[in-house]
């Protein structure tokens, strides 16, 4: 009799462990379906264009830096809620090096830009026309929060921040300009920035309001996807002017209210951006105060100053985000 009970005990105790560690196990999968897969209300994508990794360029919009390394390692440390993370590359771009061999486990969605766009408006560096394709790209969730490859989460960031409960998209709204065409051009236009410059942040938008715009603007749209190269916005080959619009021509990741159904979140969006000139102001880059931090590249040197630049700022973002992204781990 005392074996029985003495086995009892045992068995039971085995259980209890049992239980303890199957619960815990289920605890740590929940944690981590919550965190990649965005259980909420409705999922909520990102979107990041990225040109390659191109270390031989000396180019201040080809050559490569490690941005989208350290903008994968924020969002992944300060918006955990994020449900994908898409990337679109360029056709003759590579899986990056620093990628680990779990990342589509891990919710990371890679695709090169010629697997979405129709050939006759490729090859393309034009953002402005890449961006009209984004919403081709297979299973990207309804709402989806864009990103250049240049933007870095710098403070953790809320899914309310982005979208209301109702899921309608917080953004800026600019004044807009009605311009009269000019020239042999008789496109309809949507009304332009009432603006030049724009923070340079991650902008919240919808698959179905980007497909009304372009339905409602298809010779425009045309007119953008027909342009293959975007050089600086002064020197835009585009020539927007030309069919009444001022620079820049058409980029949804300015976060101009194109759309015509975001809401106002009011002035303060202007003070969680800053523009940086790459890469002269370390302090400020260590010392960002804001929620989003912007990398615009203007540095013209030789390769070998580009090394030591780049290699620059990779020591500087390994020490902001040490922690591995989920396209690493």
Not at 77 to 98: T, V
Request: with cysteine; hydrophobic share 40%.
């Amino acid at each position: 009799m005392k074996k029985i009970i003495f086995i009892s005990i045992i068995l039971v105790t085995i259980c209890i462990i049992y239980f303890i560690i199957l619960m815990t196990n289920y605890n740590q999968f929940i944690n981590h379906v919550d965190k990649f897969f965005n259980i909420g209300s409705f999922p909520i994508d990102a979107v990041i264009t990225f040109r390659g990794e191109k270390f031989d360029l000396n180019s201040i919009r080809e050559g490569y830096n490690y941005e989208i390394k350290y903008c994968l390692r924020s969002i992944s440390k300060y918006m955990p809620w994020i449900r994908r993370i898409y990337i679109l590359q360029n056709s003759d771009a590579k899986i990056p090096s620093f990628f680990s061999k779990n990342y589509k486990k891990n919710g990371i969605y890679l695709f090169n830009d010629n697997e979405i766009i129709p050939h006759k408006y490729l090859p393309t560096t034009n953002s402005d026309s890449i961006e009209t394709f984004l919403t081709l790209l297979p299973g990207l969730a309804e709402h989806f929060i864009y990103f250049c490859d240049d933007m870095f989460v710098m403070k953790p960031v809320k899914m309310d921040y982005f979208f209301t409960e109702n899921g309608i998209p917080i953004r800026l709204k600019f004044p807009r300009l009605y311009l009269e065409q000019v020239g042999s051009f008789k496109i309809k236009t949507p009304p332009a920035p009432g603006h030049f410059f724009y923070p340079h942040v991650p902008i919240p938008y919808t698959k179905t309001e980007i497909t009304k715009y372009i339905n409602k603007y298809p010779d425009f749209i045309e007119y953008i996807r027909s342009i293959r190269t975007r050089a600086s916005l002064l020197q835009s080959t585009m020539d927007c002017n030309k069919i009444g619009l001022t620079l820049p021509c058409l980029q949804f990741h300015s976060g101009v209210d194109y759309m015509g159904n975001g809401i106002s979140n009011g002035l303060e969006e202007f003070e969680v951006s800053d523009l940086f000139l790459f890469p002269h102001d370390i302090w400020r880059i260590k010392n960002c105060s804001k929620k989003f931090l912007s990398l615009n590249d203007y540095f013209i040197g030789s390769t070998e100053e580009r090394d030591i630049q780049r290699n620059k700022l990779k020591e500087v973002m390994d020490d902001i985000f040490p922690e591995k992204s989920r396209a690493e781990i």
